[in-house]
């Protein structure tokens, strides 16, 4: 449709709609969400209780209280409800969390309102409302756009296509494909280039975007580690349920009561299924989020933590990162014939920001700078004899800006300021002098402006063509010193696995001598000129060898991050300019700083509070962290919870009565999930922090494999002792192998927690380690408890308990000597994990991008 008849359609006009029009759309059509993150009780308790063999658990405890076993059925009907309960508490504080996290994350779009352009919050964004776009913007909703000026939008995330489209206002046929609608600019898609104005047609999930994004449900997004979690769980489910449906066969073979039969291997195969894997995650990744807030490193959203911990390649600006940030003017030196007087007064008038006073209000760092010289006090009375007629501002491409001024007789000149290679190729006759000085002042790590001049009695306006046939008044030097603390940050981040690399505007030279100077590993540098001669296979054999990229581009930055995520590499990308919303965008972890522009802060996933690469050192060493200590869950539920299954089954072929209860099956259970709830607070060994962290299944099944016999090796040796030593009845024996699977299960977590070989070598947390004990002595005093013959317990000789002690002491050192044979094998099967495939990537990318579309309130019924 004409835009003059979208708008119609829209009741809305090109100057945008009123407060009360917004206000009402608002309430009618709903927020612009396409998910929430509220904290919901309902949704978290259906999470503990969607297993389907809790489920059958259930229903036949039920049935067996209706048969008579009514103690029975209540015990085991309490200690479910228990375990529910304490998985469900820890959920949904950690869910709680991450609402609260949300909420102080707002994403804004510059919208006509009353008439005047305000910032209003995207899910506040109602159709016909006229939206602002600019370079770096994620677009907010479906727009059809009113104006454009060079705009391009990347639509990978929705059409896949990584080659920015070209927008423009003219309507296109009915029934266009989504990627060749050149009049709209689709929500979730980010403005490559230009800028452009558009009316809002479509919000929330009546989106294209929200269409997609709907359909991948709406709770938290899901990680690659997560989805391995999640994966591996089922694998567990599966053989459980193919294992305990045997039990069952051989139970009922052997004539023992149907009921018992089935609520014993029900039982087995809720013992062994990871119930509390997400309340782990979650619970890792809240308290993560807080210690990380300490150490002033905010995340948006929870899953960030985990990315940060994959990150193996990090690309950082080098202004404030490896330098103070405190730019300061160091001097002006002339070209031959002129003064730096002379030089220095041209470079204060060629500005795009207005000078009151003799001062410049905003301007970018080197122009503050400059005015805040003192050389540049000196000459305010001189300025005031010049006007400013045309500006031309700086883009990226020239590197440069240009001001036509008039004198007080009339006259008119043309200033042109900028990068130095830039400026000297629009400059005739430069002295040979001049480039010398300029490469003198390139290798002493200063950063450099050249300022050039001409008559221009004709011009009014100044446009690109006309920076030529220039004269060099001279250059500007200024001064970025090296931090004091980047050395040591950097060779903590090598010391983490992360390859820093080196993305600036600025010289190739200088960055390249700051790099030198902190100690950075010395490589190649590569020029924005040169990466346009490079294919993208190229580039990517290029940036494993290189260092610095300099005199790069925003489309250079982002093109950079892509081409080493398609290696198959974790990237992250810290900048804080509008220069940098692109590649923000583009890495797998965008990281900002809390000075940043809205542009950079929008775009990112992290923001630091200190611009300070030792605080993002702290950030990918706690997402490691976390990884390390939920992998630990999944190590203990393989090496003891998998074992019990198994010995279980062989002990249902020689016994006459079954090996546990079902009730002291789901006790134990209940008492190894609570002293696990400590496994987030535990410290993690310096070489586990040391390479990024990925998930791979292999080695879990191998772990699995290796570990798992080790503890039914133990279960047996209970066996015996229990019926050949202590000629135990059946309340007896069930409570031996209680306390002892109890105890080995637990009390593993010190072996597996750990690969230093002795374990005692690495310290455990205080809360891991009094929970662990707490839990095993509990067990040891149950069946000795008052109601200890409610659950079916009898009390244990004493000589139990020395018999015990020297099976854990055993268990431990057999599970040294599985982890010694294990890890070396392990280190010598370097096959890498599997790669994620690109379709993956992008459904990770396309979720991320769907939090930023969400809200902490209920999403009203009605949808536009």
């Known amino acids: 449709m004409p835009i003059d008849d979208v708008l119609r359609e829209l009741g809305a006009t090109g100057d945008g709609l009123s407060s009360t029009q917004a206000a009402q759309r608002l309430a009618r059509y709903g927020s612009n969400a396409v998910s929430s993150h509220r904290a919901r009780f309902a949704l978290v308790l259906w999470h503990q209780l969607r297993s389907p063999l809790l489920g059958l658990l259930l229903a036949a405890a039920t049935a067996s209280y209706f048969v008579g076993e009514r103690t029975d059925a209540l015990i085991i009907g309490v200690i479910v409800a228990l375990s529910v309960g304490l998985g469900l508490v ?17 994403h804004r779009a510059l919208v006509l309102r009353d008439g005047h352009p305000v910032a209003v919050d995207i899910t506040d964004l109602v159709p016909g409302d006229v939206v602002d776009l600019e370079l770096g913007d994620i677009v907010p909703a479906d727009l059809r756009l009113i104006r454009c000026s060079g705009l391009e939008c990347d639509e990978s995330t929705l059409t896949g296509e990584s080659l920015p489209v070209d927008k423009s206002t003219p309507p296109v046929p009915s029934g266009t494909p989504l990627a060749e609608l050149a009049d709209c600019a689709l929500m979730g898609t ?21 269409r997609i994004a709907a359909g991948l449900g709406t709770h938290q997004t899901e990680t690659e580690f997560q989805v391995g979690l999640r994966k591996f769980s089922m694998l567990l489910v599966y053989v ?21 039969a089935l609520l014993f291997s029900l039982a087995i195969a809720v013992g062994i299924t990871p119930q509390l894997l997400p309340a782990v995650v979650s619970t890792s990744l809240a308290a993560g989020s807080r ?123 043309l200033i042109t300021k900028g990068a130095p290679e830039t400026v000297l190729d629009r400059c005739v006759d430069v002295p040979s002098s001049a480039r010398a000085a300029l490469d003198a002042e390139f290798a002493a790590g200063n950063r450099v402006v050249a300022v050039a001049v001409r008559p221009a009695p004709d011009l009014e306006a100044v446009s690109a063509t006309d920076e030529q046939g220039l004269r060099l008044a001279g250059l500007l030097v200024f001064l970025d010193a090296p931090k004091a603390d980047a050395a040591a940050a950097l060779k903590r981040l090598a010391g983490l696995g992360v390859a820093v690399k080196i993305v600036t505007g600025d010289n190739p030279v200088v960055a390249a001598k700051v790099c030198a100077d902190l100690g950075l590993p010395a490589g190649g540098a590569l020029t924005g000129a040169d990466l346009d001669a490079l294919d993208d296979t190229q580039l990517a054999a290029a940036i494993a060898r290189t260092t610095v990229f300099a005199r790069v581009s925003p489309e250079h930055k982002a093109r950079i991050v892509r081409v080493q995520r398609l290696s198959g590499r974790d990237v992250a990308f810290l900048g804080d300019g509008v220069n940098d919303a692109l590649a923000l965008h583009a890495a797998d972890v965008g990281i900002s700083v809390d000075s940043a522009t809205d542009v950079a802060k929008d775009a990112a996933d992290v923001i630091l509070l200190e611009k300070d690469l030792d605080v993002l050192a702290d950030g990918v060493a706690e997402g490691r962290r976390i990884f390390a200590n939920t992998i630990k869950y999944v190590l203990m539920g393989t090496s003891s919870n998998f074992g019990n299954m198994f010995s279980a089954a062989g002990a249902s072929l020689f016994l006459k009565f079954l090996p546990m209860l079902p009730s002291q099956i789901l006790l134990n259970n209940l008492l190894y999930d609570t002293s696990q709830l400590a496994i987030p607070t535990d410290h993690v060994d310096e070489e586990q922090l040391r390479r990024p962290s990925h998930w791979d299944i292999r080695f879990i099944r191998r772990f699995m494999i290796c570990f798992g ?14 019926l050949g030593v202590f000629h135990s009845g059946p309340a007896q024996f069930r409570s031996g192998w209680f306390v002892e699977s109890l105890a080995t299960q637990t009390l593993v977590v010190f072996a597996i927690r750990t690969r230093r070989i002795p374990f005692f070598r690495s310290r455990p947390s205080l809360p891991l380690t009094l929970s662990a004990l707490g839990v095993v002595a509990v067990g040891a005093l149950l069946p000795a408890m008052p ?23 055993c268990y431990l050192g057999l599970i040294e000597i599985g982890k010694y044979i294990f890890y070396r094998t392990a280190a010598l099967d370097r096959t890498p994990p599997h790669a994620v495939p690109p379709a993956a990537r992008r459904l990770r990318r396309l979720r991320r991008r769907a939090a930023r579309f969400s809200t902490a309130n209920p999403e009203p019924d009605a949808l536009p």
């Open 90 to 106: 820890n959920e949904y504080r950690a869910e709680k969390a991450a609402e609260a996290l949300h909420s102080q994350i707002h």
């Open 190 to 210: 980010v403005v490559h280039a230009g800028s452009g104005r558009g009316v809002v047609v479509a919000t929330g999930r009546s989106t294209q975007f929200g």
């Open 240 to 260: 459980a349920g193919t294992l305990t449906t045997g039990i069952f066969v051989v139970n009922v073979a052997l004539h023992k009561p149907i009921i018992d």
């Open 291 to 413: 210690r990380l807030a300490r150490r002033k490193v905010l995340v948006k959203r929870l899953v960030c933590i985990e990315d940060l911990g994959d990150v193996d390649t990090l690309f950082t600006d080098k202004t404030g990162t490896l330098t103070e940030g405190r730019i300061s003017f160091l001097r002006a030196v002339p070209a031959d014939g002129g003064s730096a007087r002379e030089a220095l007064r041209w470079s204060l008038l060629c500005t795009e920001v207005t000078a009151e006073a003799g001062r410049a209000d905003g301007g970018n760092p080197l122009d503050a700078a400059l005015w805040r010289s003192e050389a540049a006090a000196a000459l305010e009375p001189a300025l005031a004899d010049f006007a400013t007629v045309s500006v031309l501002p700086f883009d990226h491409e020239r590197r440069m800006v240009s001001v036509l001024v008039r004198a007080t007789d009339r006259s008119k000149t």
């Open 709 to 722: 016999p080790i503890s039914s090796v133990f279960d047996f040796l209970t066996f015996g002792v229990m």
């Open 787 to 809: 109601f200890a013959h409610t659950l079916g317990f009898q009390p244990l000789p004493a000589g139990f308990f020395a018999a015990l002690a020297g099976m854990v002491v």
